[in-house]
């Protein structure tokens, strides 16, 4: 039987076009319901498996960010092979840390916008060093930052696990349209075509990987690269310092603004407990190890004095706070956490 719905009443027809509708309605908002049911199990799924990538703060007028590149896994036996073993894992346990798997180095990455000019100083370790690190640009434009705004990258040495996210996954620039500032002493060891590190701790295999890695990064920017002299202000606010011995060139660098003081350190030192509390313990990876240990206590003699903040690239994020001299050790203090970067 074929219905006739020109032979129903206006009165009829209206009804049964409302009814129509409200059915087509009730429909689509179930399909919604049960996408958005979806979205939100996912997004909860997410948000259970990972916690804050990005810490807004202020250096006087200039708003500064810490991003996690994500962290490194260590063996404290690779890490400080002089040291007794029985010595580290009391350390590790008077801190309440772990002390039968490898120990957790951060990654953390400072980005700076002046103003004038957007500054990322290092870029985290790229795929240099497996999954468990290389997410600074993803982490960046999650903030709301695009890596093609970045207009200075300041370079603190020459390791992998500080400007292997110079490069991406597809062999291009990061960061194509910043001009990349290192120190003059750091580009001309990495580059020497007979660079060798007789003094590093580090087996041979080790060696020759941190060797190549360094010379086909910096290989692939060197049309972009900018030296500077130690002491000299790079950009207005921001000056390099020489703090030699991890890498024959290492620079930390030194942001100010108003009356606000920071120091990106790179890798002066690198953890607590494991370098403040033992300080004269001999790490893999310093070139020299002397001169590194002589820039080490000066430095933290000088800023526990002055108590000036720190950004340290390898300490729990957000890697900032104040070193304080105990006898004949130092103890790392947080900075307290900001809601308000203000």
């Not at 690198?270 to 820039?295: C, I, K, M, R």
């Amino acid at each position: 039987m074929i219905f006739a719905f020109d032979k129903i009443s206006k009165k009829w027809r209206f009804l049964l076009l409302v009814i129509c509708t409200m059915l087509l309605l009730i429909i689509g908002a179930a399909f919604k319901l049960s996408n958005s049911s979806q979205v939100i199990a996912q997004t909860q799924a997410t948000n259970t498996q990972t916690n804050a990538a990005v810490y807004h703060f202020k250096i006087g007028k200039f708003n500064a960010m810490t991003v996690s590149d994500g962290n490194l896994k260590i063996a404290p036996s690779f890490f400080l092979p002089n040291a007794d073993p029985a010595e580290v894992e009391n350390s590790l346990y008077e801190s309440f840390l772990p002390t039968n798997s490898d120990y957790l180095f951060y990654v953390n990455v400072l980005y700076i916008d002046t103003g004038e000019h957007k500054v990322l100083i290092d870029s985290g370790a790229g795929t240099a060093f497996g999954d468990t690190a290389g997410f600074l640009a993803q982490n960046l434009q999650a903030a709301g930052i695009d890596p093609k705004s970045i207009d200075t990258v300041l370079i603190t040495h020459a390791h992998g696990d500080h400007i292997g996210g110079l490069i991406s996954a597809n062999g291009n620039l990061t960061y194509p349209n910043a001009e990349y500032y290192i120190s003059q002493a750091e580009w001309d060891f990495w580059t020497d075509p007979q660079v060798s590190l007789p003094n590093s701790l580090v087996d041979d295999k080790t060696k020759q990987s941190v060797i190549q890695g360094a010379q086909q990064t910096l290989n692939l920017i060197k049309n972009k690269i900018k030296f500077f002299e130690f002491g000299s202000e790079i950009i207005p606010g921001i000056i390099a310092t020489e703090t030699s011995g991890h890498t024959p060139g290492h620079t930390s660098y030194s942001i100010a603004s108003e009356q606000n003081k920071l120091i990106a350190t790179g890798d002066i030192f690198y953890s607590d407990p494991l370098n403040l509390e033992h300080p004269d313990w001999e790490v893999a990876f310093d070139t020299d190890f002397e001169q590194g240990l002589a820039t080490r206590t000066n430095f933290l003699n000088e800023v526990s004095e002055s108590r000036v903040e720190l950004l340290v690239p390898h300490m729990p994020f957000p890697g900032l706070g104040h070193v304080s001299a105990e006898a004949d050790r130092y103890a790392w203090t947080p900075s307290w956490w900001k809601f308000d970067p203000a």
